[in-house]
């Protein structure tokens, strides 16, 4: 049973650093069933890999598995110590346990930093084949390679196992690639080794609570994972409380900026210079990301030129909100067809954005932390790939204009961050540099002669 996690990321060697693992020394420890190991077959400054290896007692755990079981050789002729399943995950929690935790002592810079990571897992088996390989991993911004392991390779009429050669590479940080490790890996399998009790939903929250809430696959997630359906219920009704508390949060929040910026009305400029951005654009198919309560859709839905819209927004109760705003149960059918209001997060790839004429993105980005812009920005321009992006973010330069904001402080409590507009466009520079896209800057609201206007627009056209 094998895994291994490469870093490509120079100094790559920073992974035995994350790892808490000496890349001069071979770590073991016992996990009940056998004895796990980690080292690093490679360890230079551009490419280090961790492998770790478990060897299973086979004897010991099928002597383990009989009690109080009737007799039969299934204890002992499985492919429990060969496959990577629940057995594997037990092991990297004991191995990277502070890994998991999100502590380095001794380079804490490094814990939030995210690196280009390779996982390769020789031999996985997943229930449902490829496609939910894909379903699981492609949504959180990896790539995907499966090659199906043949039945027997010397009767290939018999075709292919149920197993699958896996390797799945993106940009992550080290904790977080684990968390999707340990989760996933008994979803793909659908079994575990040892008795499921109730502690099993804390696991899952714990481990996966921030990104399984927002996954397209919760409710898979939570069913394969928790195995019983009133702990998957359970598991599924505590993400749906953790995400109102947000909510309410965010709502505190949002009041908040919208006071400060209430003098100007700019809510109502940007959401009107969006709209004509999108009428200058030609309309056509539209998806806006990070959609909200549906102001910007109630604009875009009575556009002739607009012929759909497709509201995207992690908060479920922002989308309620914005349907009793659009009163899409109301519409004739012919008009509920032009709209669609889903759950979903930017940071994942994602089937249902992609082939739009236009995305909007109206004040989004400096709600994600900023080590998280390469993925968003590969999820928007590199998979989507919309014919043009319409995109609106602060400008921090004009928050000295704000009476009741102190120069330093941000206009709302859930922003990682607000550009100047040098920022802004270097960002936007990368962007079109890596992806292929045109740009053009402009201001929304008064124009002041040293700070420029309060909100920044960027039109990318492919």
């Known amino acids: 049973m094998l895994v291994s996690l ?113 996982v390769e897992l020789p031999v996985v088996p997943v229930r449902g084949g490829s496609e939910v390989l894909r379903r699981l991993f492609e949504p959180l911004g990896y790539d995907v390679e499966a090659q199906p392991i043949a039945l027997d390779t010397h009767f290939r009429p018999w075709g292919d196992s149920p197993y699958f050669g896996v390797r799945v590479s993106g940009r992550h940080t080290v904790r ?43 409710q898979m997630i939570s069913r394969r994972y928790l195995r019983f359906g009133g702990y998957a219920r359970e598991a599924l009704s505590r993400l749906a409380d953790a995400g109102e508390d947000c909510d309410a949060v965010a709502e505190r929040q949002e009041g908040h900026e919208q006071a400060i910026e209430r003098p100007l009305k700019l809510s109502e400029q940007r959401l ?66 032009r709209i669609s209001l889903q759950q979903g997060a930017l940071t994942y790839t994602d089937p249902r954005v992609c082939g739009f004429d236009i995305a909007t993105m109206v004040e989004v980005i400096e709600h994600v932390d900023i080590e998280r812009l390469d993925v968003l920005a590969e999820v928007v321009f590199g998979h989507a790939v919309p014919g043009a992006v319409v995109l609106t973010t602060p400008n921090r330069e004009y928050n000295t204009k704000f009476e009741h904001l102190s120069p330093a402080g941000l206009r709302h409590g859930d922003h990682r961050f607000e550009w100047t507009r040098s920022e802004f466009a270097a960002w936007a520079h990368s962007v079109s540099d890596r992806f292929g896209y045109s740009f053009e800057i402009d201001g929304i609201g008064p124009q002041d002669p040293d700070c420029g206007s309060p909100t920044q627009m960027a039109i990318f056209r492919r």
């Open 272 to 337: 009107e210079a969006v709209a004509d951005a999108v009428r200058g654009l030609g309309g056509g198919r539209v998806v806006d990301l990070g959609c909200g309560e549906g102001r910007l859709l109630e604009r875009l839905v009575a556009e002739p030129a607009v012929t759909e819209v497709l509201g995207i927004d992690v908060s479920i109760a922002a989308l309620q909100r914005a349907q009793r705003r659009l009163s899409v149960d109301e519409l004739s059918e012919r008009r509920r067809e």
């Open 176 to 218: 977080r690639a684990l968390e999707h490790l340990y989760v996933l890996l008994p979803v793909l399998d659908d079994r575990k080794h040892y008795w499921i009790g109730q502690d099993e939903i804390d696991k899952l929250l714990r481990r996966g609570g921030d990104w399984v809430k927002s996954h397209p696959e919760t």
């Open 6 to 118: 490469t870093s490509t990321t120079p100094d790559a060697r920073d992974l035995g650093f994350l790892l808490h693992k000496h890349p001069d020394r071979v770590r073991s420890v016992d996990v009940g069933f056998g004895q796990a190991h980690v080292f690093y077959p490679e360890a230079t400054q551009h490419r280090c890999t961790a492998t770790v290896f478990v060897e299973v007692d086979p004897v010991g755990l099928a002597r383990s598995q009989r009690r109080n079981r009737p007799g039969g050789l299934e204890p002992y002729v499985n492919d429990r110590p060969y496959v990577a399943s629940s057995m594997l995950s037990v092991a990297l929690a004991r191995l990277f346990r502070t890994a998991m935790s999100g502590k380095c002592d001794a380079r804490p810079e490094l814990v939030e930093l995210s690196l280009d990571l390779e």
